[in-house]
């Protein structure tokens, strides 16, 4: 069956624009996470969704940052007011749920450049 | 503060030459320990979940092992097409809403025929 898909894969944007990253998660999965890995770093948990629940902002970085899930299917990264330090690869997962016996399954990441 | 660290990060082995990589963490609490591999240029693939201390896992040549402080993804006779970059993560438990994982930078393995 169809994995996690992200797109685009790559997105070259100048400092200032606004950007948008798209997730379409396994489908039946009710858990959908992003994550953002930078280069030398950790993958750093940005957001969470879990069914009709409110979403866990708790990792965004700043205000700039934003998303959405709609139909508790696809969901979208938005970025504003792009810096520089924003570039890094953008990666989504979906599990079944939020236990830990629900492994995550990632997608292949958008990999964002600010110029 | 919940964290997690690997070591080292970075590993060259000849082929089969046997190793282990070290995953220490410190959480409130733990849902899970995962270990994920990471090729270049893609989203991470899962490998294991730990649960609790004494806990092992095996899949082919890779071993997983958890204590209350550490992992240690073990490694025998590992072939070329064994080099990644390994992930660790821990879940931590929140109360029963919180799902992200906390990861730690991974360890790059190389392994030279």
């Known amino acids: 069956g169809a994995g996690v898909s992200q797109s685009p894969s790559n997105k070259v944007t100048e400092k200032g624009k606004d950007v948008e990253l798209r997730c379409d998660p396994i489908s039946g999965h009710t858990a959908l996470y992003w994550y953002r890995q930078s280069l030398g770093q950790g993958l750093e948990f940005l957001i969470y969704f879990q069914g009709n629940s409110a979403p866990d902002k708790s990792g965004l970085p700043s205000d700039r940052f934003s998303a959405e899930r709609t139909g508790g299917s696809v969901s979208t990264l938005t970025i504003q007011r792009t810096q520089q330090e924003d570039s890094a690869v953008y990666l989504c997962?979906?599990?079944?749920?939020?236990?830990?016996?629900?492994?995550?399954?990632f997608g292949p990441g958008t990999r964002l450049t600010v110029l | 503060e919940d964290q997690v660290t690997q070591s080292p990060e970075a590993l060259r082995l000849q082929e089969g030459e046997s190793s282990s990589l070290n995953c220490s963490y410190t959480?409130?609490?733990?849902?899970?320990l995962f270990w994920y591999r990471q090729d270049p240029g893609k989203g991470p693939e899962f490998l294991f979940t730990?649960?609790?201390a004494g806990e092992e896992k095996e899949k082919e040549r890779l071993k997983a092992t958890l204590t209350k402080k550490e992992s240690f993804l073990h490694i025998t006779a590992p072939k070329p097409e064994d080099s990644a970059t390994y992930l660790c993560?821990?879940?931590?438990?929140?109360?029963?809403?919180?799902?992200?994982?906390?990861f730690g930078k991974g360890t790059k393995l190389s392994v030279k025929p």
């Open positions: 959480v409130s609490g733990l849902r899970g």
């Open positions: 997962a979906s599990s079944l749920g939020a236990a830990a016996y629900n492994e995550q399954f």
């Open positions: 730990l649960y609790s």
């Open positions: 993560a821990v879940q931590a438990n929140y109360g029963g809403s919180q799902g992200n994982l906390i």
